[in-house]
């Protein structure tokens, strides 16, 4: 299977910028888009960013001039560089990566998976 880690949470005070980090790692052939979501509490959980094999990328109206999704195919990591940090960017982040992997009789399969979350708060 695939499993996938995210990184660099924590607390920073409005207007400051953080950069996470999400690494795929397991027997991956190829990864296809690989997204953030957030989930603030008591809301569901919402697309932040994505961006696909080719470098295509795509934002969340809110977040839109300010956040910066970046992937390293080689690594198969992707990062999300987060400036002009608001008190409701607030919430548990979520790295999500789709593509395909050998299985134990290297036989190819699909997957999807996603990270335990990482806190970003955010102090007005």
């Known amino acids: 299977q695939v499993q996938v880690v995210e990184s660099g949470g924590g607390l920073v005070q409005a207007g400051g910028s953080l950069r996470l980090s999400c690494a795929a790692s397991?027997?991956?052939?190829?990864?296809?888009?690989m997204a953030w979501y957030r989930q603030a509490p008591g809301k569901q959980r919402d697309m932040v960013a994505f961006?696909?094999?080719?470098?295509?990328?795509h934002y969340a109206a809110s977040v839109k001039g300010r956040f910066t999704i970046s992937r390293d195919n080689a690594k198969n990591t992707v990062y999300l560089q987060m400036n002009s940090l608001k008190a409701e960017d607030t919430a548990v982040y979520y790295c999500?990566?789709?593509?395909?992997?050998?299985?134990?009789?290297?036989?190819?399969?699909?997957?999807?998976?996603w990270g335990q979350g990482t806190q970003v708060t955010v102090s007005s």
């Open positions: 999500n990566a789709a593509g395909r992997y050998y299985n134990k009789n290297y036989l190819l399969n699909s997957f999807e998976s």
């Open positions: 397991g027997s991956i052939a190829s990864i296809g888009t």
């Open positions: 961006i696909t094999s080719g470098g295509s990328t």
